[in-house]
């Protein structure tokens, strides 16, 4: 499974960013795509993920009601819409990829950066 993150950027705060993570591999299915990041200086955090399967999504608490998850099955693609952007989003943002059956996110794309002006 290879991981393609893009859509970073400059944004002021509350303004509103969208993220992609192209998947490449199979069975997709079969995993839960996660979306992570790392601000400066500090480590790196959950923020949400969805089951590819069923869609059902799961989200950091400081970004529930801004921040949404989805996929395109037919692009095999992850979005991150992010929404009401504070400075303290700024980060580098990472997804990545489990098997539902496993805790821990085996695949890792590369990061994109997020930064909110304030």
């Known amino acids: 499974v290879q991981l393609q993150a893009s859509g970073g950027g400059l944004v002021q705060a509350g303004d509103s960013l969208r993220l992609s993570c192209v998947v490449s591999g199979r069975a997709f299915s079969s995993y839960v795509m996660g979306w992570f990041r790392q601000a400066p200086g500090k480590e790196r955090e959950w923020v949400g993920a969805?089951?590819?399967?069923?869609?059902?999504?799961n989200y950091l608490d400081s970004v529930k009601g801004r921040f949404t998850i989805s996929r395109d099955n037919a692009k095999n693609t992850v979005y991150l819409q992010m929404n009401s952007l504070e400075f303290e989003d700024t980060a580098v943002y990472y997804c990545a990829a489990r098997l539902r059956v496993y805790n821990s996110y085996k695949y890792w794309g590369q990061g994109t950066l997020v930064t909110v002006s304030s």
């Open positions: 969805i089951t590819w399967s069923s869609g059902t999504t």
